[in-house]
């Protein structure tokens, strides 16, 4: 009998709204709808293109998270990772001045700093867990201690400045941009384009996925097991390094602060999109809704003022759970 009622429980499922692929849509267009009735400047220009200027930093992040949290690993230095970088960044770009003096090769070489500070961290975070086999938990949870006590030594405990000069010159890559997008928002969306056709349409997403699902069947389908879970840490180092790029030239400086909590906005923007947390299933767009989400409930609590713009950890922190929960539930439901 069972087997009898199978293809019509099938056939329901074809039809049946999937809520795990709509929910976060959904949640997302009612923030919308709950913003623009709750201030009528929430949709403004100004406003709409700050929201999303500022998430471009976790958003390029949260791309590279996906395929972590897909191949079935996790990195909490990311945060430290970016200040680290940035900091280093503005080091290389002072230390250039007076050899290159302010101009556009001065700008191009900080950013290739950026990009191989981001590179090498990633590797060094991919080799110890491809290649030592240490837990993805412990290496980036020792290395984000690590990454957090250099740039506050390399400040002196203080904040590093960009030069004045070069920072001017550096402004227009985080407050100017093209027909009226700031620069910030197109490489985002250029980031989640690519990764989604990466994710989607390439060999390396298929393999992400059947690392996350099972390690031990990846490796019977002859899966490089050690080289994809490795590419996935360089991966996000480089987009670690990206976004700093993009972040430096908003403040000109770096900190002991910078970053912080920048993982768990990635993670959670991750996990909000319907990526699995265990791997095995990734979503990039989801990924972009869960960054949007995440950065509109922060807006709309410093412009409604409801609850204190304080508490957004704490409301991030309920989503994750909550976010957590659904999928165990809609596991389980698969399972019936």
């Given at each position: 009998m069972s087997e009898a009622a199978s293809p019509g429980r099938v056939q329901a499922r074809r039809h049946s709204i999937n809520l795990h692929v709509l929910g976060p849509i959904l949640a997302l267009v009612l923030l919308v709808a709950l913003g623009a009735w709750l201030n009528p400047n929430f949709l403004s220009y100004g406003n709409v293109t700050n929201v999303l200027a500022r998430s471009a930093f976790i958003g390029i992040i949260a791309v590279g998270m996906t395929f972590v949290i897909t191949a079935g690993g996790i990195d909490l230095s990311v945060g430290a990772m970016a200040a680290f970088v940035a900091g280093t960044m503005i080091l290389a770009m002072n230390a250039l001045v007076p050899v290159m003096g302010v101009g556009v090769p001065l700008v191009l070489a900080g950013m290739a700093v950026a990009l191989l500070t981001g590179f090498a961290a990633g590797v060094v975070n991919g080799a110890l867990i491809a290649k030592v086999r240490i837990e993805a938990f412990i290496?980036?949870?020792?290395?984000?201690?690590?990454?957090?006590?250099?740039?506050?030594?390399?400040?002196?405990?203080?904040?590093?400045?960009?030069?004045?000069?070069?920072?001017?010159?550096?402004?227009?890559?985080?407050?100017?941009?093209?027909?009226?997008?700031?620069?910030?928002?197109?490489?985002?969306?250029?980031?989640?384009?690519?990764?989604?056709?990466?994710?989607?349409?390439?060999?390396?997403?298929?393999?992400?996925?059947?690392?996350?699902?099972?390690?031990?069947?990846?490796?019977?389908?002859?899966?490089?097991?050690?080289?994809?879970?490795?590419?996935?840490?360089?991966?996000?180092?480089?987009?670690?390094?990206?976004?700093?790029?993009?972040?430096?030239?908003?403040?000109?400086?770096?900190?002991?602060?910078?970053?912080?909590?920048?993982?768990?906005?990635?993670?959670?923007?991750?996990?909000?999109?319907?990526?699995?947390?265990?791997?095995?299933?990734?979503?990039?767009?989801?990924?972009?809704?869960?960054?949007?989400?995440?950065?509109?409930?922060?807006?709309?609590?410093?412009?409604?003022?409801?609850?204190?713009?304080?508490?957004?950890?704490?409301?991030?922190?309920?989503?994750?759970?909550?976010?957590?929960?659904?999928?165990?539930?809609?596991?389980?439901?698969?399972?019936?």
């Open positions: 290496v980036t949870l020792g290395s984000m201690g690590i990454y957090r006590s250099l740039v506050t030594w390399l400040a002196d405990g203080g904040t590093l400045s960009l030069d004045s000069a070069a920072r001017t010159l550096y402004r227009p890559v985080y407050y100017d941009g093209l027909f009226g997008v700031a620069w910030p928002i197109i490489v985002f969306a250029l980031v989640a384009i690519i990764g989604e056709v990466l994710m989607r349409r390439t060999a390396f997403g298929r393999h992400c996925a059947a690392l996350g699902a099972s390690e031990q069947v990846a490796r019977y389908s002859a899966v490089n097991v050690d080289r994809v879970r490795m590419a996935t840490f360089v991966l996000l180092g480089v987009l670690v390094g990206i976004a700093t790029i993009m972040y430096v030239p908003r403040l000109g400086s770096a900190s002991g602060s910078t970053g912080v909590l920048w993982e768990l906005e990635a993670i959670a923007a991750v996990i909000i999109g319907g990526t699995v947390l265990k791997g095995g299933f990734g979503r990039v767009w989801g990924t972009v809704v869960g960054v949007l989400i995440l950065s509109l409930i922060g807006n709309i609590l410093n412009l409604a003022s409801i609850v204190s713009p304080y508490l957004n950890g704490a409301i991030q922190g309920v989503i994750v759970i909550l976010a957590v929960v659904l999928q165990r539930d809609s596991k389980a439901t698969s399972r019936r």
